[in-house]
């Protein structure tokens, strides 16, 4: 039974309990359920005790779905995912790099294709006062908005501060400053979604690295990013409320596997079992990315040699997947793969029967292994895109994609 399920249930018990009781006090108010996307408010001033909507989809139970629930037993409640990219993580406007307002009905369709969790990367920096990096109410608002269409459509939700400009650089240099901006503008978000159910997670930042260098990290590089998840875990947590035991992702070097498995160190947290690894996978980047690659066949699959590189197939996915299962997720520690996908290329007429194929693995390997996949999908469906909906229509564009990722849960 999902944790969703579970816990509406024992709220609707518990509401009809609580009218029939007599008021020998004041009734406490319920902490927010799973998908609850406000306060649930419990008044007991007579015999009778007034149980607003969202209690229901909530109670003390959240014993069960919030302190009850270790990070490995939610990663099984997650499902599939799917990423609402290049939208609120787009500098200057939702719409500023090209996809439109986002919508209750997209978020409806995502849903009823099969996905059971979205990614909703933010760019955090609009400021209405700049040097105390105080963010925009109507910013802050319209993030609001959005986490709540996704509850209301059951998904589970994973919000960050992505990109953001790249103003997290991991340098003694840096250090500082970074470390301020990060628990400031984690306080005001943090705050501002305290009172919402454990389907909410909070990832603390996204790729960081210092800008243009991909290569292996120095142990300056490392151990400065080790210490900006620290940072976030230790502000999320001293804001109170359903904060002191939200599930909250952090993530390894660059969201790299191997940089993660060589350099990762745990942040220290007050709460058990509540802390979530992301890692990201787009191997081979000549086949997933690289527009201009004559690589556009991928796995046992490929037919030609020369358009594929071997190194990177069916072998590889298992392997990395692997590596993170023996690491994290037999250790009791759930693994999201917060990030994966590969672009169109219209021009090669075999590729697309390959991509879906390289979809359809890393999903059900991912899944094999106890990692939560979250498709990358940034909204263009045309050429040298990763979109899968139609987002003004939440029509799906890719069926045989989504059927691939969907169907992958069959795998567990």
Not at 223 to 247: H, L, M, W, Y
Request: proline content about 4%.
């Amino acid at each position: 039974m999902s944790i969703y399920r579970l816990t509406l249930l024992t709220g609707l018990l518990l509401a009809l309990c609580a009218c029939g009781s007599s008021g020998g006090g004041p009734s406490k108010s319920s902490a927010p359920g799973v998908f609850s996307s406000s306060e649930a408010v419990v008044s007991s001033s007579s015999s009778e005790s007034s149980v607003s909507q969202s209690s229901l989809v909530s109670s003390s139970s959240s014993a069960v779905s919030m302190a009850g629930m270790s990070s490995v037993e939610l990663t099984r409640e997650m499902g599939v995912g799917w990423n609402l990219g290049n939208t609120l993580e787009a500098l200057g406007s939702e719409t500023a790099w090209g996809n439109p307002i986002t919508t209750p009905e997209l978020l409806q369709a995502v849903k009823a294709a099969g996905f059971d969790t979205v990614r909703i990367p933010v760019a955090w920096s609009r400021f209405s006062d700049e040097a105390s990096f105080s963010i925009e109410p109507a910013w802050m608002e319209r993030v609001h908005e959005v986490v709540t269409y996704a509850l209301d459509a059951e998904l589970y939700v994973m919000l960050n501060i992505h990109w953001d400009g790249g103003w997290m650089q991991p340098t003694y240099a840096e250090q500082d400053y970074v470390r301020g901006r990060l628990a400031v503008m984690w306080q005001q978000i943090a705050e501002r979604f305290s009172a919402f159910g454990s389907a909410l997670l909070f990832a603390c930042t996204n790729e960081v690295l210092v800008e243009g260098d991909y290569g292996t990290p120095t142990e300056e590089y490392y151990t400065v990013q080790n210490g900006f998840n620290q940072v976030c875990v230790d502000t999320i947590r001293a804001t109170g409320g359903n904060n002191t035991e939200r599930f909250v992702v952090v993530q390894g070097f660059n969201t790299n596997i191997d940089h993660t498995l060589n350099f990762f160190e745990m942040p220290e947290d007050p709460a058990d079992d509540k802390l979530l690894v992301e890692v990201h996978y787009y191997d081979p980047y000549n086949f997933t990315l690289n527009p201009d690659s004559q690589v556009t066949q991928w796995g046992d699959r490929a037919e030609d040699a020369s358009l594929s590189e071997p190194w990177a197939n069916e072998t590889h996915v298992d392997a990395q997947f692997g590596r993170m299962k023996s690491r994290f997720v037999d250790q009791g520690v759930g693994v999201i793969l917060g990030e994966y996908g590969a672009m169109s290329r219209f021009q090669v007429p075999w590729h697309e029967a390959y991509r879906v194929y390289w979809n359809q693995y890393v999903t059900a390997s991912a899944v094999t292994h106890g990692l939560v996949p979250v498709y990358w999908d940034a909204g263009y469906t045309g050429d040298g895109g990763s979109g899968l909906f139609n987002r003004a229509t939440g029509e799906v564009v890719y069926p045989a994609i989504v059927e691939a990722i969907t169907r992958a849960l069959q795998a567990r």
